[in-house]
């Protein structure tokens, strides 16, 4: 028998309109800890997006390291397996390598390659171990790929959905090469596949101009599990119970409050998936929508404002944050303010005002207030906007594209 955990997307860094997380982060890692002491697991699978950014802040990744030597304290015999996601920078993932390696920590950031420069992929194999010291598994440990990881295929109908296929077909390959029987083939991937639910304000597509999808076939049905991230919505991939998305610990935007947020418990017989178990992360700070996903007037609102059940025993720095939306007919220059002495006195943080104007069909985001900002926006978002602004009109498929293997280039170099 084999357990592991599965989690994703801690995103170690993030702000929320400004607002640190670093305390939600913190409270979430010293559950994390207690889990696997009293789950008894053998292994941890961090499937990519350790990070926010592809340059963390200190404080960021000294809590990823503290996180990893308690770890080690308290689980002596935990494996450790951590691929980079797309938010991630692999070189900087994998620079403390040769340190993390002699502490059974295996960190996979960007592909490995041989001295001349080919995919070398039996160094993406890493065996997990059952608490009776045997190799239960062994992990086509996958990380984020981006177009210049991939090979050649031009020949194929879409050249990077076939070099994916290619990736994973020789990383399994050599997993099954080291295998022996009894052991469980497990893959890994940081990806948006075919029949993946997006979750509003999270994640996009990130392969080849955010536009493709993966399909779940990379994963034959040999696989026992595969541990996705990516998506912050968790879910199974195609209905397979085999290959599921962990999610997101925290919610990382308003929208994201209305799902649980987890890691899951992966039990393993031998070769066969026995149970998959999601465990429920305690929430450090509770995110409000008000009036919820439909906007009201702003006497609506206010009125709805006044009505919000609040905790006063909260300390100030548990306090609830609050996104609030409001449906205008003209504009309001002190709308927020409006908003603050509604709220005056009361334990709550006023994080943004969403504005929408009729006839306009969007919400505008907080105009009102120094809070929310454009960080708040993916970038893609962020030149969508500038260029119906600049234009009248949304940018075509064809400069969206290039748009994106731009910024896939850029953040390539970070």
């Known amino acids: 028998m084999l357990r592991l955990i599965h989690t994703a997307d801690w995103h170690l860094g993030h702000t929320l309109h400004g607002l640190s997380r670093e305390a939600e982060h913190q409270a979430f890692l010293d559950w994390l800890l207690d889990a696997l002491e009293r ?12 990070f926010d950014s592809a340059n963390p802040p200190a ?36 620079a403390p390598s040769p340190l993390l390696d002699g502490l059974g920590i295996r960190v996979i950031g960007a592909l490995p390659r041989t001295a001349a420069g080919d995919f070398d992929a039996p ?41 994916v296929e290619a990736v994973y077909a020789d ?57 996705l991230g990516h998506l912050h919505l968790a879910q199974r991939v195609a209905g397979r119970d085999a290959v599921r ?7 990382f935007a308003f929208a994201e409050n209305r799902y649980p947020h987890q890691v899951l418990r992966v039990d393993l017989d031998g070769e066969r998936l026995a149970a998959v178990e999601p465990l429920p992360v305690p929430q450090h700070l509770e995110l409000l929508r008000r009036p919820g996903d439909a906007a009201q007037g702003l006497d609506e609102v206010l ?16 306090w609830p944050c609050l996104e609030v939306s409001v449906r205008l007919e003209r504009p309001e220059p002190g709308l927020r303010r409006r908003i603050e002495l509604a709220l005056d006195q009361r334990p709550v943080r006023l994080l943004t005002v969403v504005a929408h104007h009729c006839g306009r069909g969007e ?3 907080d105009e009102y207030g120094e809070a929310a900002g454009i960080e708040a926006l993916a970038v893609g978002e962020v030149f969508r906007r500038c260029h119906v602004s600049r234009y009248r009109q949304e940018p075509d498929a ?17």
């Open 123 to 163: 160094r993406l194999v890493v065996p997990l171990y059952a608490a009776d010291g045997r190799v239960a598994a062994r992990v086509a440990a996958v990380p984020f790929l981006r177009p210049a990881d991939l090979p050649p295929c031009s020949e194929a109908e879409d050249p990077l959905i076939a070099g």
């Open 39 to 50: 789950e008894a697991a053998d292994a941890l699978v961090i499937a990519g997006d350790v």
């Open 245 to 251: 998305y962990a999610g997101a610990p925290l919610p």
């Open 398 to 414: 064809e400069l969206l594209e290039v748009f994106c293997k731009l910024l896939e280039e850029v953040e390539a170099r970070k």
């Open 303 to 318: 009125e709805d404002l006044a009505q919000l059940a609040l905790d006063p025993a909260l300390p100030p720095a548990r």
């Open 171 to 227: 990383a399994l390959a050599a997993a099954r090469a080291q295998r022996r029987p009894g052991e469980a083939l497990l893959a890994t991937g940081h990806a948006y596949l075919v029949g993946g639910q997006l979750s509003a304000l999270s994640e996009r597509r990130i392969l080849g101009g955010h536009q493709h999808a993966l399909p779940v076939a990379l994963f034959p049905e040999d696989v026992a599990y595969v541990a």
């Open 59 to 94: 404080a960021a990744q000294a809590m990823f390291y503290r996180f990893l030597a308690a770890a080690r304290m308290r689980c002596p015999q935990l494996d450790v397996l951590v691929i980079a996601g797309n938010h991630d920078s692999a070189a900087r993932l994998d």
């Open 363 to 365: 919400a505008l985001g």
